[in-house]
């Protein structure tokens, strides 16, 4: 039998501040290494006391997690919290269906059937532990942004810098995309999707593995990284020196300037050398397209 001591635990770094101060703390946890940031309030079923809002932001582990602590303000409170165990990391599942991606390309998990109509192409997928179901507005701002360049799309040679479940080098491939390489710190990442490829039929045309990207000799007309700003700012260089002469560098996982106004800002310094093609942005996110 399996003691509570015996559960992984997963922590993440919990500050209760004013309403008003909550972009502003949201933005700085995401610079501080959080994967993702949940907002309590009073519209949520876990409350905070009075007119508070409180913030609890995931993180990759332990030291991250204490890391930031140190650099957040007393005034907010800041703790470290623990979720202990994994059933709920697959609850989400009960609640995922079918939905379309990007024009065209529709995403479904092993559990749910779905009958393409007219051209679209589908992607079974299943996310595991990695990040990236597709749902999440940084993925869909960099599908779209694919989809609306298809033609460029077929036939070329990709890059997925951050694969994480391979969910955007799928929807390369099924764009057209002659090859994708996918690549992720994460082994548990790279492991997925391999899988993915392969419950897809498309192991020919997709290879992860955890090169990283300034390892890397390959130049690719397209590169793709949905990755937090921080990182994007710490791989520029590399990442840049791996398109093509007009190659297509698609970057997500930026903050807007409502949530961070800095943000984009310092990652636009980061890619002073390349010229920006369009700028999109869902909810509190941007995706950024570039030309070399």
Same mark, same amino acid.
């Given at each position: 039998?399996?003691?509570?001591?015996?559960?992984?635990?997963?922590?993440?770094?919990?500050?209760?501040?004013?309403?008003?101060?909550?972009?502003?703390?949201?933005?700085?946890?995401?610079?501080?290494?959080?994967?993702?940031?949940?907002?309590?309030?009073?519209?949520?079923?876990?409350?905070?006391?009075?007119?508070?809002?409180?913030?609890?932001?995931?993180?990759?582990?332990?030291?991250?997690?204490?890391?930031?602590?140190?650099?957040?303000?007393?005034?907010?409170?800041?703790?470290?919290?623990?979720?202990?165990?994994?059933?709920?990391?697959?609850?989400?599942?009960?609640?995922?269906?079918?939905?379309?991606?990007?024009?065209?390309?529709?995403?479904?998990?092993?559990?749910?059937?779905?009958?393409?109509?007219?051209?679209?192409?589908?992607?079974?997928?299943?996310?595991?532990?990695?990040?990236?179901?597709?749902?999440?507005? !940084? $993925?869909?701002?960099?599908?779209? %942004?694919?989809? @609306?360049? /298809?033609?460029?799309?077929? =036939?070329?040679? +990709? *890059?997925?810098?951050?694969?994480?479940?391979?969910?955007?080098?799928?929807?390369?491939?099924?764009?057209?995309?002659?090859?994708?390489?996918?690549?992720?710190?994460?082994?548990?990442?790279?492991?997925?999707?391999?899988?993915?490829?392969?419950?897809?039929?498309?192991?020919?045309?997709?290879?992860?593995?955890?090169?990283?990207?300034?390892?890397?000799?390959?130049?690719?007309?397209?590169?793709?990284?949905?990755?937090?700003? !921080? $990182?994007?700012?710490?791989?520029? %260089?590399?990442? @840049?020196? /791996?398109?093509?002469?007009? =190659?297509?560098? +698609? *970057?997500?996982?930026?903050?807007?300037?409502?949530?961070?106004?800095?943000?984009?800002?310092?990652?636009?310094?980061?890619?002073?050398?390349?010229?920006?093609?369009?700028?999109?942005?869902?909810?509190?996110?941007?995706?950024?397209?570039?030309?070399?």
């Amino acid at each position: 039998m399996i003691q509570p001591a015996d559960l992984p635990r997963y922590p993440y770094v919990v500050v209760e501040l004013a309403e008003s101060e909550a972009d502003e703390a949201g933005a700085l946890l995401f610079d501080l290494g959080a994967v993702g940031v949940e907002q309590r309030d009073a519209k949520t079923l876990v409350r905070p006391p009075g007119d508070k809002v409180i913030l609890a932001a995931a993180f990759p582990g332990e030291h991250e997690a204490r890391c930031a602590l140190g650099s957040l303000p007393s005034e907010w409170f800041p703790r470290i919290d623990y979720v202990v165990g994994d059933g709920w990391r697959d609850e989400w599942k009960r609640h995922f269906e079918p939905f379309l991606l990007c024009e065209g390309v529709v995403v479904r998990p092993p559990w749910r059937a779905y009958s393409p109509v007219a051209d679209e192409r589908v992607i079974t997928l299943e996310p595991g532990r990695a990040f990236g179901t597709g749902l999440h507005e !940084t $993925t869909r701002l960099v599908a779209e %942004a694919l989809a @609306a360049r /298809r033609p460029g799309v077929c =036939g070329s040679q +990709v *890059l997925d810098v951050g694969c994480g479940s391979g969910i955007l080098a799928l929807a390369a491939v099924a764009l057209g995309a002659a090859a994708v390489r996918a690549i992720d710190v994460d082994p548990e990442a790279v492991a997925v999707t391999r899988d993915n490829a392969e419950h897809n039929g498309v192991t020919g045309r997709v290879r992860a593995d955890s090169t990283p990207v300034d390892a890397l000799r390959e130049r690719y007309a397209i590169v793709l990284a949905n990755i937090e700003a !921080t $990182t994007l700012m710490a791989i520029a %260089a590399p990442l @840049a020196s /791996r398109l093509t002469t007009r =190659g297509t560098l +698609v *970057l997500s996982g930026i903050l807007g300037p409502d949530v961070a106004q800095t943000q984009w800002e310092s990652v636009r310094r980061a890619y002073a050398d390349l010229h920006v093609e369009q700028i999109t942005q869902k909810g509190e996110w941007i995706a950024a397209v570039l030309r070399s």
